[in-house]
């Protein structure tokens, strides 16, 4: 294989896997994800081509959002792809699953999500979204979480969650996620305030 049909493969399946590891994601999101290095312009143009190859190969799937958006998501031959590179590098098995009900989830957490682990990769953290850790690319108990960051340099954990509410629900979720790891909250600030507020009281 030539160096340009190497460097196009590669860089189909690490489109592959970052459906895998968030679920389904926008072109402009996997444009960051990807290329890094490359400007905004450069890197949609970049997204663009190799989705239009991967959905001819039938890997990958455009979707429509609730809100009318168009996402991304792995077909079962684009996780077969993913799982078969995995084994071929020594995995005793692959972890990515095709499919995502995008009825099923609120648009604006899994944007908000995204974004903030496209910050993290691009500082050099590792990032897992919320289908890779439904895979297991962590222990179980980071499933209670939305995303986790690591720092393999330091070995330290961050685990996210989007915060849209003060419920008893949501505050019990938050005090859960702390006993685990270092847990960073995002979402509408005031609500993150009232619900530190709330956490704060119940110790009192």
Not at 58 to 62: A, F, G, P
């Given at each position: 294989m030539n160096h340009n049909k190497l460097k196009a493969a590669q860089n189909e399946l690490e489109v592959l896997k970052a459906l895998a590891n968030c679920g389904w994601m926008i072109t402009s999101q996997i444009a960051s994800w990807v290329w890094?290095?490359?400007?905004?312009?450069?890197?949609?143009?970049?997204?663009?081509l190799v989705l239009k190859r991967l959905a001819a190969k039938?890997?990958?799937?455009?979707r429509q959002t609730p809100v009318g958006?168009?996402?991304?998501?792995?077909?079962?031959?684009?996780?077969?792809?993913?799982?078969?590179e995995l084994e071929s590098q020594g995995?005793?098995?692959?972890?990515?699953?095709?499919?995502?009900?995008?009825?099923?989830?609120?648009?604006?957490?899994?944007?908000?999500?995204?974004?903030?682990?496209?910050?993290?990769?691009?500082?050099?953290?590792?990032?897992?979204?919320?289908?890779?850790?439904?895979?297991?690319?962590?222990?179980?108990?980071?499933?209670?979480?939305?995303?986790?960051?690591?720092?393999?340099d330091s070995g330290y954990?961050?685990?996210?969650?989007?915060?849209?509410?003060?419920?008893?629900?949501?505050?019990?979720r938050i005090a859960r996620c702390r006993g685990?790891?270092?847990?960073h909250l995002i979402g509408d600030p005031l609500i993150i305030s009232g619900c530190e507020k709330k956490l704060r009281s119940r110790k009192v």
């Open positions: 890094i290095d490359s400007t905004k312009h450069v890197a949609i143009n970049k997204a663009q039938k890997q990958v799937l455009e958006v168009k996402a991304w998501v792995l077909t079962e031959p684009g996780a077969g792809r993913v799982n078969a995995y005793s098995r692959g972890w990515a699953h095709h499919g995502y009900d995008l009825s099923t989830l609120h648009f604006q957490k899994q944007i908000t999500v995204v974004e903030y682990l496209i910050e993290h990769r691009t500082a050099g953290l590792a990032v897992v979204g919320k289908a890779g850790l439904r895979a297991g690319l962590l222990e179980k108990q980071f499933q209670e979480f939305d995303a986790v960051t690591v720092n393999f954990t961050i685990g996210v969650l989007v915060v849209s509410n003060s419920a008893e629900s949501t505050l019990d685990i790891c270092k847990t």
